[in-house]
Nanobody, 125 residues
Framework: QVQVVESGGGLVRAGDSLRLSCAYS???????TAWFRQAPGKSRDFVSA????????YYADFVKGRFTISRDNAKNTFYLEMNSLKPEDTAVYYC???????????????????WGQGTQVTVSS
């Protein structure tokens, strides 16, 4: 049984940092993982992705220089380090796992096979 379990969300102030974690188990090998986020009343947006063999990373423009994605292959866990948080970063953050190579479609949610339950990140001004 596939499990994708997120942790690490919370309420912080602008300028603070948070680290999200996503642990995956029970399914096929990971090729690529990603983070998406969804603010109230908005669509789910791509945040960042990382491939697990060649360690390519991808970021949305609005998080470049502030967020860092990383992974621990041995633990089947990946992370999103979020620094210099802004109120507009407030959203539910979802982790996602793909068992195949997404090529240039790494930002498309439909390319991912398994999803976490979401964790709330709230940034106050």
């Amino acid at each position: 049984q596939v499990q994708v379990v997120e942790s690490g969300g919370g309420l912080v102030r602008a300028g603070d940092s948070l680290r999200l974690s996503c642990a995956y188990s029970g399914g096929p090998s990971i090729y690529q993982t990603a983070w998406f986020r969804q603010a109230p009343g908005k669509s789910r947006d791509f945040v960042s992705a990382i491939t697990w063999i060649i360690n390519n990373t991808y970021y949305a423009d609005f998080v470049k220089g502030r967020f860092t994605i990383s992974r621990d292959n041995a633990k089947n866990t990946f992370y999103l380090e979020m620094n210099s948080l802004k109120p507009e970063d407030t959203a539910v953050y979802y982790c996602a796992v793909s068992k195949t190579y997404t090529r240039s479609q790494y930002a498309e949610a439909v390319m991912y096979d398994y999803w976490g339950q979401g964790t709330q990140v709230t940034v106050s001004s």
